[in-house]
């Protein structure tokens, strides 16, 4: 078991070890499951293994987090959220405090911290406020007040505390912020015979791939059927599939003809 996995353990967590390089562990959120991956420093988060913690996340129907110590900046801040290629980074403790249902409100952007006001325009309405008024009194462009209620626009942090001084306004909830993910089309008789059978493809590295019909879930390939895959399969209830190593040879998996003799044959 890895460091984070024994970690979140002692806090009472469920987990269990990821058997993908791009992501350490999957957490249980109560009822839901959340993706996690631990790097020291956000900024050493590599694209690719960005883009295959979106792409497994978006299949399995998750959140995805990476806990982080520091950017190149520095330090990272408690209850703030910085992102490395879209994906949320937050500290130990703020993930901590996620799992608990508390969801930073604060968000780093381009060296500082700030806030996206929600419901504005009615805070402002209910108080008797015009736009005018209201940009007089925070100090900024009426141009400014128009492009946080109707455009989302982030708010310097020492102009949210003066809104919420003035007004009954919170910050919207943005960690996570949802990408919609395609399938590939297939590059080899494996792909196509799962295309035929009505699965989605999504390839994750050039040896790994998922293959869903969003209702059940396999692994194609995923590598050795060990201890560590059948956990994860059994944790996140997915069904997993390895052809051509163990498991299902490719002759087996040849002869198989319908879908439901597949996921039969994987029970």
């Known amino acids: ?96 405090d996620y799992l608990e249902g508390i969801v930073p409100e604060a968000e780093y952007n381009r060296g500082r911290i700030v806030y996206t006001p929600k419901n504005l325009r ?40 003066k809104m919420q001084e003035i007004l009954e306004v919170s910050a ?6 949802g990408e919609p993910c395609v399938p590939d089309a297939p590059e080899n008789d494996i792909d196509e015979k799962l295309t035929d059978m009505k699965f989605y493809l999504f390839k994750i590295t050039k040896k790994k791939e998922f293959a869903s019909d969003k209702e059940d879930t396999i692994i194609v390939n995923i590598g050795k059927n060990d201890e560590v895959v059948e956990e994860f399969s059994d944790f996140v209830d997915i069904f997993l599939l390895c052809v051509g190593r163990s498991g299902i040879t490719k002759r087996e998996f040849r002869r198989i003809r319908t879908k439901e003799e597949l996921l039969e044959k994987i029970k």
């Open 172 to 177: 919207e909830n943005k960690l996570f912020p």
């Open 122 to 161: 009615e805070a402002r309405e209910k108080k008797g406020l015009d736009r005018k008024e209201l940009a007089e009194l925070l100090g900024v462009s009426y141009e400014s007040i128009y492009y946080y209620e109707n455009k989302g626009m982030n708010v310097r942090e020492e102009i949210f505390k």
């Open 1 to 96: 078991m890895n460091e984070l996995a024994r970690l979140l353990e002692k806090e009472g967590y469920e987990c269990v070890v990821s058997p993908f390089r791009s992501f350490d562990t999957v957490v249980r959120r109560k009822k839901d499951l959340v993706i996690v991956k631990h790097i020291r420093n956000l900024d050493g988060l590599k694209q690719e293994q960005a883009r295959e913690i979106k792409r497994v996340s978006s299949v399995l129907d998750t959140d995805a987090v990476i806990i982080s110590e520091r950017t190149k900046r520095g330090d990272m801040k408690s209850s703030v959220v910085y992102r490395r290629y879209s994906l949320p980074g937050v500290t130990f403790e703020t993930f901590l």
